[in-house]
């Protein structure tokens, strides 16, 4: 056999003991071959059995009938010696045991080898059992096609120390292969199967060969490969008296094989655990172990579910054994595994993770015996060279050297070409020459050891240790689910990293990770004696760290970076923190560059192509000395410039400093941008600096030089400490901007095609022109320019204003803010929109707006009309009066003069608080005249926690107009309560039906969160406190709510149509005279249908009258009757009544005619007003009896349920109607004459 590092074998040039090791061979070959040819050679079945057996033991019975042989054994340990044991594909040998824990020893004393190619079993009792055991000097072949079950399967080479194994006590038994055939070897062919039913499959000697489709199965027990020449092997029974490996032991290095295959499987194995063990005693190259075919343990058992290979030692306990001194080294082929638990590889040699690349000749199955019979002339594997599989001493495979030559090695980072092991738990490999694998996946923890280490995955549900000893460790991926360590002695190469908690990669030299594709996730450490190389394809590495350069390509994202020369080359670098004693070179060629925080001994170069360029922190130290650190194309370092931090992006944005950095220890700092440059630091700027942009320039610093700042479009300077002077004009394509924390003083500002912002604390311009938007704002003190211009907006802020001249017409919108008192005479005019927020009392002459108009302010005084489609005044305080005449009274006062100069087509709203700010406060109505030509939507907005109080007459100076209070859809803007002790409206109650000077809004529409109360200040006290139970006032109820002395006649609103919208009670004064049966207070023009929008309170009471389509007016039961109403929800949609409210008009139950007797105080009387539609005791009754209940409709306690004869046939029935609640119910049937 050959091995990579191997010549070509030149017989002739061995010594004399090799060379006659080989002469020997070919003269034995020939000499088997010659006796091929005698007849009777080929016979079936074993022959020639001489048996022994343990003291006291039985001697076995033997029957042979036609292709079958059955032995029944009498001894728990029984040898059988065969001259041969040959068994024919139509063959059948069955041993049978008194017991599981028996075992029969085939001794095969044939020098030709034995040759199972049909069944052989062992059973116990009908069942699959017993221990069938074979030992030959010779080959022992398990044929295509053959199969072997029984409790265990043993196949030594080798003489068995008989005395040892007739004792039943002993578990330990011996095997010498001094006097074995050379180049003998144990094969299982394709399809042969051998199954070991409850114990263990062991098959041990010089060689052992399985041919793909070949199985050896112990799911219950072990298998065990060994190749020795002289070994033991230890066992222990089982429950049941099966056995199983314990240890197989190689006393020395001479006991090795000197086979060049030690072990090759290229069929499969499935067991509850595998072992593989070789030493091998060759001083000329390494043996083999292949594990090309599926080797499987699944744990059946608690000590199973582990593949243990050992080369240079044995397996002591399960696990491998130490490596012998003087063994020659072995090489594993570690192809495909998979360990429910644990694989563990203890290696005195080198680790493939491939396939072994069989010779020509090992890929030749040894004759069968029809083969045999044939003449040797016939056969294929007679020649010169003694044919056979023996292949001379069992090491010299020429053709091995031109398979290994040509490199499977190439194949080790080629995905398709990936073996594959699996553990259930952990994996450990270990081996002191190099290791190369495929892929290993372990659900625990992973570690391989060796001079130096290739692979193509190893992946860990643990934790990863990766440690090489005398080179490289050189991976296509590491993954770790918890801490991974990998140290190299020399280089550490990674592909792709998955460290979701930390891997650390260590390296006695250089670190390269990445190939320009691949990716780094999670938690990576990386520390190197030398240098780093980091060639990614995405992802990220949390730590660097060099002793030498650390090298970027690729797409590079790193935290932090620690080295004496730092280069970075990439399609895109992102860098947390760095540190380089010498030059920093930042470079993406396809992306953004972007460092954090930057300190080196010389120059920082950050610059991107296709992206942004960012530095937050630089510092230079100037340890290094003024040269160019790395040479590269594109550079524009030179020696001998100073100390440089530059940042520049060729066509995008270039930042600097990012409002929380800034620049220490340098000569010259630049920012250039294709784009947008910005250089925002919160610390003075060393040296001179420049900043140039394509487009916009933005500085912010604590001092700015003007002149090295250049904008191809907008320019935005700033001082962000203390006062900020600019002597010199400023001139800009498009915008500018300039602010200081402090005072702002600048001489003429232009910009011919944008906007202008000047923003301090104090404001000092001269000529300031603007083309489109101008802004002016000093954020404590006040604003004083020249002269001002703007082509469009004008927003202006200060405790003062002098702005050299008038404010005139603004193209579009016009803002004004003013922190103390603001005074207009001139007109204010705005193309679009006009806002004016004034902390004190704002003074305005004529004021017009395209759009809309906004005031805000302590107080407002208005000189001149107010001119707009809408307008909206809000009181910056809270509380806001309206109405009335100026009394010089404090607050929020906007008189009825101030209110007589509004002209707003649309909505006029007045706010008691600022919609932009948190203030709120009560809403006081007083007398107030409103034109509906003027004003003709009116609204007046109160927050949630505060009240409207309507105490005047709000009335038009001529019916129509739209009134509203409260917000109905938005619940912040509506008020707790509505009071309405004046009127919203205006009409004079004459008595009955009379009402005279009438002046209606056509709406009035009333949105409160809580209640909304029509009365006199004391009617109003009265119902707030009383429960929504307790109130009727048809029944007279609460006491005390009948009008009282100028309360009488008192009409509160008057509209064509009322909305109240609140969660509690809407409640009005019934103001006619006590007595009288009529009803007061409200006035209907009949306008509108409905009449009346109820946003569902629990309860409304109204009183009043509806004036007709004929002008004629109706009250009463009857207006009751007949008012068109409609019930609504939030969103203003049609509903039902809800549950348990109550909606009276006139006493009625709206929409109906039901309406119950008007309780008249105990000292008046009742009247017979039909017309009233008050049901009294002169209503025509048939029955006479009844008229005696009547009187205790007039009594203070709740009525009773009226006894009345059936009508006639002319008379109208209505419906009940329920007007109490509790035991206060009553079910009237009122009967009218048609």
Known sequence: MRRENQMSVDHTALPPTNRRRLFARTALCGALCGLSLLPGLAQALPTGAVPEVNAGGVAPTINTSGTRLDVTLGAPRTVLNWSTFDVTPDETVSFNFGARNWIVLNRIGSLTGSKIEGTIEGRVGGEYGGNVWFASQSSIIFGRGSRVDAGSIVAGLGNVDTAGFLDPSNTLFSFSGADAVAGSNIMVLANATLTAHGGMVALMGPSIVTRANALVSATEGSVLYGSAKTFQIRMAPGAGGDFDLVDFIVPDASAGSDAGVAIDLGGGTRANAVFLAAVNRSGIGSAIINLEGMVTAQAAKADGGDIVLSGGGGIANRLPGPALDGVSATDIYLNKGSASRDLRVSNLGRTFGRPWARPLEELKDPPTLEEDAQPCELRSDCGDDGGGNGNGNGFGFAPLDQALDQAVIASLFDPTAVAAVTAGRDARIAATASIELGSIVAARDIAVQGPDIKANNLVAGGALTVNSTQGDVRLATAGTTREGLVTAKTDALIDTISAPQKLTVNAGRDIAIGDGTTNAAGVVVLSAARNVTLNLGSGRIDTVTAGGAVDLRGAVDVGTITAPRVFGQAASIRIGAVTTTGDLYVVATNGDAIVGDATAGDDIYVQATHGTASLTNATLTGAAPDAVGFDFAGNTDAAGNGRVVQVTSIDLDAKLGLGTGGVTGATTVGVLAGRDAAMEVIKATPGSFSVTAARDATVRAPTVTLDSVQAGRDLSVGSTTGDFTITNALTAVRNISVSAA?????????????????????????????????????????????????????????????????????????????????????????????????????????????????????????????????????????????????????????????????????????????????????????????????????????????????????????????????????????????????????????????????????????????????????????????????????????????????????????????????????????????????????????????????????????????AGANGQVITGSAAGSGLTFTVVDSNGQPISRPDGAAYRFNACDVGTTNCPVISSPSSGGGSGDMNAGVLTARDLLDDPGAIDTLGSESLARPPVLLSVAEPPVDEIVTDPVVTGTGSEEIWRKRRQTK
Do not use: C, H
């Open 742 to 1106: 402090g005072a702002l003083k600048v001489a003429d500002v232009r910009a011919d095609s944008g906007s202008v912002s000047l923003v301090g604390a104090t404001v000092t311009a001269g000529n300031v022109s603007a083309s489109e938007d101008l802004t002016l704002k000093a954020l404590s003190g006040g604003v004083t320019t020249a002269s001002f211009k703007t082509g469009r907006d004008l927003i202006v802020q200060g405790s003062s204003l002098s702005l050299g001249s008038t404010i005139s017409a603004v193209p579009r919108d016009l803002s004004i803010t003013s922190l103390g008192n603001f005074t207009s005479t001139a007109p204010l005019s705005a193309g679009r929109n006009l806002i004016l927020d004034v902390a004190g009392k704002a003074t305005v002459g004529a004021t017009t707006a395209v759009n809309a108009i906004r005031i805000v302010a302590g107080d407002l005084d208005l000189t001149g009309a107010l001119t707009a489609p809408n307008a909206q005044i809000e009181s910056k305080g809270g509380a806001m009066r309206v109405g009335g005449t100026a009394d010089g009274g404090s607050g929020f006062i906007f008189d009825g003069a101030d209110f007589g100069q509004l002209r707003v087509s649309g909505v006029t709203r007045f706010y008691a608080g600022s919609t932009t700010g948190t203030a709120r406060g009560d809403l006081t109505l007083q007398d107030l005249s409103i034109n509906p030509t003027n004003t003709p939507s009116v609204s007046f907005l109160v927050g949630s926690g505060a009240n409207a109080l309507v105490q005047g007459m709000v009335a038009p100076n001529t019916s129509g107009g739209i009134i509203r209070i409260g917000d109905a859809s938005d619940m912040s803007w509506r008020p707790g309560s509505i009071l309405v002790s004046g009127a919203l409206g205006a009409a004079t109650f004459a008595g009955g039906a009379k009402y005279t000077n009438i002046r209606a809004f056509s709406e009035v529409r009333l949105a409160a969160r809580q209640d909304i109360l029509f009365g006199s200040p004391r009617f109003i006290t009265l119902i707030q406190e009383t429960p929504i139970s307790a109130i009727d006032i048809a029944a007279g109820l609460p006491a005390g709510s009948a009008p009282l002395g100028n309360e009488v006649g008192k009409v509160f609103v008057s509209t064509g149509r009322l909305e109240v919208s609140s969660d509690g009670k809407a409640v009005q004064q019934n103001t006619a005279p006590v007595g009288s049966g009529g009803t007061a207070g409200l006035y209907f023009t009949g306008a509108f249908n409905p009449a009346l929008i109820i946003d569902p309170p629990r309860i409304v009471e109204l009183w009043g009258a509806i």
